[in-house]
T-cell receptor, first 113, second 112 residues
Framework: EDQVTQSPEALRLQEGESSSLNCSYTVSGLRGLFWYRQDPGKGPEFLFTLYSAGEEKEKERLKATLTKKESFLHITAPKPEDSATYLCAVQAGWDSGNTPLVFGKGTRLSVIA | DAGVTQSPTHLIKTRGQQVTLRCSPKSGHDTVSWYQQALGQGPQFIFQYYEEEERQRGNFPDRFSGHQFPNYSSELNVNALLLGDSALYLC???????????FGQGTRLTVV
């Protein structure tokens, strides 16, 4: 069974204090690993897709990396507006069409000014 | 581009009632997936529609059903509502070629 575990569950940072969120996964043939940002009561906002080990992607203060067993979301010099829940999801298999996303429970990030 | 739009944004229903939620996919997308997200949890896959057919289904009872229309929009129907069906219902659209899924803002369903 495909599984995604995110840690920590919650993280509180001072503004400017860099840190990393972890996403460990087990999947039968990784098709893609996805990071989303979710604000309270809203739908997830797409951030990144990573497809193979060693791949990295950056967007503003965020950088996502991927190994064969886990992904990290690095947040450099965070600001209060980065406060949100960050969700990690995997898509497994290489069947035709889109297989469903399997999500972790998320990491709730709070950045204090 | 309006992105993925869902309606309504909030809904309150009584146990035993039926509900229909609606989703319009992002322009250019032909695949619609529905997810249920309980408070403090990650989204759970309900089912996916492509070419007006249910292509895949998660571990949800038959009370959950759906439909996709020729313009790719979709509906999620839930019959005989239970208190445990209270959740944020999310619609995600993607293209069959590109697997990146984009989500709507969700419908918050409360069953009382």
């Amino acid at each position: 069974e495909d599984q995604v575990t995110q840690s920590p569950e919650a993280l509180r940072l001072q503004e400017g204090e860099s840190s990393s969120l972890n996403c460990s996964y087990t999947v039968s043939g990784l098709r893609g690993l996805f990071w989303y940002r979710q604000d309270p009561g809203k739908g997830p906002e797409f951030l990144f897709t990573l497809y193979s080990a060693g791949e990295e992607k950056e967007k503003e203060r965020l950088k996502a990396t991927l190994t064969k067993k886990e992904s990290f979301l690095h947040i450099t010099a965070p600001k209060p507006e980065d406060s949100a829940t960050y969700l990690c999801a995997v898509q497994a298999g290489w069947d035709s069409g889109n297989t469903p996303l399997v999500f972790g429970k998320g990491t709730r990030l709070s950045v204090i000014a | 581009d309006a992105g993925v739009t869902q309606s309504p944004t909030h809904l309150i229903k009584t146990r035993g009632q039926q509900v229909t939620l609606r989703c319009s996919p992002k322009s250019g997308h032909d695949t619609v997936s529905w997810y249920q997200q309980a408070l403090g949890q990650g989204p759970q896959f309900i089912f996916q529609y492509y070419e007006e057919e249910e292509r895949q289904r998660g571990n949800f009872p038959d009370r959950f059903s759906g439909h996709q229309f020729p313009n790719y929009s979709s509906e999620l129907n839930v019959n005989a509502l239970l208190l445990g069906d209270s959740a944020l219902y999310l619609c995600a659209s993607s293209s069959d070629v590109n697997t990146e899924a984009f989500f709507g803002q969700g419908t918050r369903l409360t069953v009382v």
